[in-house]
């Protein structure tokens, strides 16, 4: 059997499905930024969806938290900084050269995308994805062995 995507085709409650609203056009949290961090240009989205006032409650709860809240944990810089930036911001020029101004010099990307790549592998984390795969109607999908690859499914990339 195969599993159905979760989709929303409107923001509307009745049109929620187990993770609640979904946003099909955030980058995937594999899609590296150029300084080779996976998951900052989907944070930088969520930024932007945040202040225009369309991040739906479903994002809300891990917005800052989740993985971004690991990576900003990771490079040593707090959330409301990189909010701050790309509020300020007039182009991607700008966003790019005020970013750099609070990156560490050596964003240690390696590690970064290896501790993202492998949320969910931990014995708890295992325990914690086969929870959240039999709330979504996805037990049987053994291909699904992080919560990257979580939110792959939930948005349809997967």
């Known amino acids: 059997m195969e599993a159905q995507p979760i989709m929303a085709a409107t923001m509307s409650d009745e049109d929620l499905g187990p993770t609640g609203a979904i ?3 955030l980058p995937s949290p594999y899609r590296p930024h150029p300084c080779g961090l996976l998951h900052l240009p989907r944070f930088i989205a969520k930024i932007r ?8 409650k479903s994002y809300q709860r891990n ?11 990771h490079l040593g810089i707090d959330p409301q900084d990189v909010i ?5 911001s007039t182009d991607e020029v700008e966003l790019e050269e005020r970013l750099a101004g609070i990156l560490p010099a050596d964003v240690r990307a390696q590690v970064w995308n290896h501790k993202l790549t492998h949320m969910g592998i931990s014995p708890m984390g295992k325990a914690k994805l086969k929870e959240v795969k039999k709330i979504m109607g996805l037990s049987h999908r053994d291909d699904l062995v992080n919560f ?3 939110i792959e499914v939930d948005e349809g990339r997967l």
């Open 23 to 25: 946003l099909y056009d």
């Open 49 to 56: 969806k945040h202040l225009a006032g369309e991040l739906p």
């Open 63 to 73: 917005f800052t938290r989740g993985f971004d809240g690991f990576l900003c944990l």
């Open 84 to 88: 701050g930036i790309v509020r300020q």
């Open 148 to 150: 990257a690859d979580m």
